[in-house]
């Protein structure tokens, strides 16, 4: 039994999307720019304590995600964070 030859099938052309005259395509146009933190950013600040674990934790510790937002409390200082009866995170050290 002979088999039939493969043959090169076309390629499928991209998918066109409607642009204005004088527009970039969309497909060319940058990427959207990660939105910026506002100033009310938990991060902003120096230290962040949980109220619930009396834990304080270094704006960057990955703990600080985990955070209920009704349990942040801000601090400007790891000794003012200590000063209020919070200790610090066994990982980021406070």
Known sequence: MAYPT????????????PTRP????????????????SSNDVRSHSVIGNKSSRVYHSASCRHVERIRRENVVQF?????????????????GG
């Open 6 to 17: 493969p043959t090169a099938s076309p390629r499928p052309s991209p998918i066109a999307f």
């Open 76 to 92: 400007p200082s790891p000794t003012s964070a200590q000063a209020a009866g919070y200790r610090p995170c066994k990982v980021c």
């Open 22 to 37: 004088g527009l970039p395509s969309p497909a060319l146009a940058a990427p959207p720019r990660p939105q910026e933190r």
